[in-house]
């Protein structure tokens, strides 16, 4: 079975900073999605950013890039110049490309951004 | 695109009671799942339908549990009997048959069973 582990509960930083979120996984599927997810306060859970197994080169989006490291099963998400509207629980999550279609989550990662 | 609705935001009851949660996807989504999150953990998945089909359901989904969707558009999640252990925030997420990797999630429903 397939299982996603988040090993920091919490994390903080400076306003303006970088910090990187930690993300391992376990599969023996060579194709997947993996993602970050952000749950602000009492709100809905968005998409930051995706990554496709097959391709090596590490998503971005804007502020948020991912590190992956497919070999190592390692996922890591980089905020750089952190704003106070990134603190959320952050959620790392794998989805093989074929069959189940449902998302494996992490524990999650509680990020609080110092002003 | 109005997203992913849920109702009620809230639901407490007490234990032995029925309840019943609503899911409403973004029109055209013919994806629709129900995950279930307690506290301080991430999202655990329940059941998941393609149109009105239910094609998954999770051994967490007891048979005190059930979820329909009867048009292929919204969805209705309902435990009988509840139980403490019931307690949690019940999310629904929709997507795409041809982009089922991004899946748009609800507010959710927090249902507190005393």
């Known amino acids: 079975a397939q299982t996603v582990t988040q090993s920091q509960p919490e994390m903080s930083v400076q306003e303006a900073e970088t910090v990187t979120l930690s993300c391992t996984y376990d599969?023996?599927?060579?194709?997947?999605?993996l993602f970050w997810y952000k749950q602000p306060p009492s709100r809905q859970m968005i998409l930051v950013i995706r990554?496709?197994?097959?391709?090596?080169q590490n998503a971005t989006e804007n502020r948020f890039s991912v590190n992956f490291q497919k070999a190592a099963k390692s996922f890591s998400l980089k905020i750089s110049d952190s704003q106070l509207g990134d603190a959320a629980m952050y959620f790392c999550?794998?989805?093989?490309?074929?069959?189940?279609?449902?998302?494996?989550f992490g524990q999650g990662t509680r990020l609080t951004i110092n002003p | 695109d109005t997203g992913v609705s849920q109702d009620p935001r809230h639901k407490i009851t007490k234990r032995g009671q029925n309840v019943t949660f609503r899911c409403d996807p973004i029109?055209?989504?013919?994806?629709l799942y129900w995950y279930r999150q307690t506290l301080g953990q991430g999202p655990e998945f329940l059941t998941y339908f393609q149109n009105e089909a239910q094609l998954e359901k999770s051994r967490l989904l007891s048979d005190r549990f059930s979820a329909e969707r009867p048009k292929g558009s919204f969805s209705t999640l309902e435990i009988q009997r509840t139980e403490q252990g019931d307690s949690a925030m019940y999310l629904c997420a929709s997507s795409l048959v041809d982009r089922p990797y991004e899946q748009y999630f609800g507010p959710g429903t927090r249902l507190t069973v005393t």
């Open positions: 990554q496709e197994a097959y391709k090596q």
């Open positions: 029109s055209e989504h013919n994806r």
């Open positions: 999550a794998y989805r093989p490309l074929q069959g189940a279609q449902k998302l494996v």
């Open positions: 599969t023996s599927e060579s194709d997947y999605y």
